[in-house]
């Protein structure tokens, strides 16, 4: 997993699983886009490009302020083992759910997003193992568990961690974008 972002608002993420290819997804603050394995890049819509407008903050939680139209200390909560303060939030985009902080260290413990309708399954994802680079606390382990029953079905572990690269990706979509429903779908 790559991200790469740049102040205020422009983000790329690269996925690339074995034997299945390279998955993208980028903003520069306004158009989203992306790609799945080799197919051509499409315009992402819905509540996906939602989320990723919403996520795609160089500051990402300490820019509470404007990440967040409504935060609302919703009382403590048990995240695995752990004893947590529940925050809900409300984005500017309408998207609901809420942030879990660790009542020992304070820091960024869980983070759920409410489902869209009745019929999507919930999600949560849970971060640990905070590490030091360049400076920065960041997780180094998530996990993702789906449903109210909490089925753990993606965890991904980060080695390591570049700061400040200097290698940064295009953020201006293609092109050849693909808008739905033009490409005769």
Request: aromatic letters at 8%; glycine letters at 8%; one cysteine or more.
């Amino acid at each position: 997993l790559t991200i790469y972002q740049e102040a205020p608002n422009h983000m790329r993420a690269e996925l690339e699983a074995p034997a299945i290819g390279t998955t993208i997804r980028a903003t520069d603050g306004e158009q989203t886009r992306g790609t799945n394995n080799t197919g051509p890049p499409f315009e992402v819509t819905g509540r996906e490009r939602l989320e990723l407008l919403d996520g795609c903050s160089f500051n990402g939680e300490a820019a509470y302020k404007t990440a967040y139209s409504t935060l609302t200390t919703a009382g403590t909560a048990q995240v695995g083992d752990r004893a947590a303060y529940r925050v809900t939030f409300t984005t500017p985009s309408g998207l609901t759910g809420a942030v879990y902080f660790d009542r020992e260290t304070k820091r960024v413990l869980a983070r759920q997003l409410d489902p869209a309708s009745q019929n999507d399954p919930a999600f949560l994802i849970v971060v640990d193992d905070y590490q030091e680079f360049d400076g920065l606390m960041l997780p180094t382990k998530q996990t993702q568990f789906v449903g109210a029953d909490r089925v753990p079905a993606v965890q991904i572990e980060f080695r390591w961690v570049d700061i400040d690269t200097g290698e940064m990706p295009e953020f201006t979509p293609p092109e050849n974008l693909l808008v739905p429903g033009e490409d005769g779908n």
